[in-house]
């Protein structure tokens, strides 16, 4: 069992940045495998915006190559995501997922806003 807690949205001005946060626990062997951030929006699908894997390469949705950046602490089990120079349409619940390879793990989301 894998178990995950974002944190650190809110609401900001476009331009502005926010980093969230995702501790992780449990598993280790999930929570090293691959750790990734998908995102909401009301009446979209969940789409992955930033992925992490193993040996720490990343990838990015088109849609935040640039801006956005995904990294994590092993020592902490957690995971981060930086956001900078955001948008209205970078507003969403913004949620952390843990990639098994059995189950996918899920955090409770935490609502990312960004007003023009």
């Known amino acids: 069992q894998v178990q995950l807690v974002e944190s650190g949205g809110g609401l900001v001005q476009a331009g502005e940045s926010l980093r969230l946060s995702c501790a992780a626990s449990?598993?280790?062997?999930?929570?090293?495998?691959?750790m990734g951030w998908y995102r909401q929006a009301p009446g979209k699908q969940r789409e992955l915006v930033a992925g992490?894997?193993?040996?720490?390469?990343?990838h990015y949705a088109d849609s935040v190559k640039g801006r956005f950046t995904i990294s994590r602490d092993n020592a902490k089990s957690t995971v981060y995501l930086q956001m900078n120079s955001l948008t209205p349409e970078d507003t969403a619940v913004y949620y952390c997922?843990?990639?098994?390879?059995?189950?996918?793990?899920w955090g409770q989301g935490t609502q990312v806003t960004v007003s023009s």
């Open positions: 997922n843990a990639h098994g390879k059995l189950y996918d793990y």
């Open positions: 449990g598993d280790i062997f999930v929570i090293n495998n691959a």
């Open positions: 992490i894997v193993r040996g720490g390469s990343t």
